[in-house]
Structure formats: C-alpha cells, structure tokens
C-alpha cells in the first residue's frame, strides 16, 4: 500500500528557511521509474506544482521559484526532503507531497498518490 | 509555461444530472511519444486531491465509471454522467506534457 506522509513546521518567520520532509511508504525512489512531486495549495487557492525528483535524481523546478527551492531524495531512509529559502507570507499553504510511476513510455504518470498535506503559516 | 484554463469556475448541478467540466490549454499537449499527458483531480471539501484520469481518458483504479474524461490537442473535458452528492468539491485539470507542470484553476462542482 503506498502512502507518502509530509512532516515539518508549521509556523516560520519572513525570511526564515523552510525544510519539508515526505515519508514514504509502500515503495521506494531507488525503484526504476519512481518519482515523487510537491504541490502547493495556498488557502483558497488553485494548486501550484514546485518540484519534481525522479529515481535517478534527476530534479525539476518551478522556473518562478527554482532559486529558492532544493529537493533532495534520501533512499535509506525512504524519505524525499524540500526545502525553501526567504520564507514570505504568501508562502501560507499546504503543502503535499505525491507519488508518479512510470509508464511503458517511461514517461511519468503523475501524481495517484498524495499526502495528506501539511499546512505552513509564514508570520512573524 | 502552459497555461491550463478551466471553465466553468462554478458548477451548480442537480442530483443524477450530468455535468461537464472544460479545461483549455494554451498550446498543444501532444508530447513527442504521441500521447497527451493530462490528468484530472478531484479534492472533496477538507481532504486531499485524488487522481481521477490519467492520460486525458483512462480512469484510475476505483474510480466510478460515471467520471470519463475526453479531448484532443488544446481542449479538454471532464465529465460525470450523473453527479452524486459525494461528487461535490473542487475538480483540477494538469498538464504533464511540459516542464513546467501546470494545474488548471479549479472548477467547483456543489447541489442546487
């Protein structure tokens, strides 16, 4: 059974360094063909995908925020890390983690899995 | 980037009848390979979003049949040929052809 679980704060100051981390459960980024996304929902709002790492760890960015994101993978302990510098109220959302597979094209079939999301209020 | 726009914003439907959801996209979707990479996602009012069509038309595991998605090139529509009340929430459309990937603004879909 595959479930994705996101952890971190849940309040951060302007300017702070947010660091996310999705526990994963039921597969694994070293398994050929795997990838995990963030997406981003502010309250109210339309989703907003940020990052993408694949199995190879190859790693896709927002170009709107891509200097200030960073995503990593750690396979041993199962788990996919973001992390965004300068924190700015507008940063409020819930943020979700989610798994693609893909598919004999090897192209992937995003997103049939998500967290269940972890809400991060920017405030001082 | 691609623009994904959805219409209508708002969707008032009666019990058992249809409803149909468009998403447009501001250039085409048809990747190198042939097939079109869109998805579309439902979220129910405090959950997550859940994954509904993949690849414009093939519905995902345990989907109920009454949900079809269809379309070609820049347009595309999601479908419910009889809305039930667990149907209301709010309906995305993303695109996956193209880095980078874009959601459509979300449809709402509630009971007269």
């Known amino acids: 059974q595959i479930t994705l679980k996101e952890s971190g704060p849940t309040l951060v100051k302007p300017t702070q360094t947010l660091t996310l981390t999705c526990t994963l459960s039921g597969f694994s980024l070293s398994t050929r063909g795997v990838g995990v996304g963030w997406i981003r929902q502010s309250p109210g709002k339309a989703l907003e995908w940020l990052a993408f790492i694949y199995w190879d760890d190859d790693k896709r960015y927002s170009p709107s925020l891509k200097r200030r994101l960073t995503i990593t993978k750690d396979t041993s302990k199962n788990q996919v890390v973001l992390t965004m510098t300068n924190m700015d109220p507008v940063d409020t959302a819930t943020y979700y983690c989610?798994?693609?597979?893909?598919?004999?094209?090897?192209?992937?079939?995003?997103?049939?899995?998500w967290g269940r999301g972890t809400l991060v209020t920017v405030s001082s | 980037d691609v623009v994904m726009t959805q219409s209508p914003l708002s969707l008032p439907v009666t019990l058992g009848q249809p409803a149909s959801i468009s998403c447009r996209s501001s250039?085409?979707?048809?990747?190198?390979?042939?097939?079109?990479?869109v998805n579309w996602f439902q979220q129910r009012p405090g959950q997550s979003p859940r994954r509904l069509i993949y690849k414009v038309s093939n519905r995902d595991s345990g989907v109920p049949e009454r949900f079809s998605g269809s379309g070609s090139g820049t347009d595309f529509t999601l479908k419910i040929s009889r809305v039930e009340a667990e149907d209301v929430g709010v309906y995305y459309c993303m695109q996956g052809t193209h880095w980078p990937l874009t959601f459509g603004g979300g449809t709402k879909v509630e009971i007269k």
């Open positions: 989610a798994h693609s597979i893909e598919d004999y094209n090897n192209r992937p079939n995003y997103f049939d899995y």
């Open positions: 250039q085409s979707l048809v990747y190198s390979d042939g097939n079109i990479y």
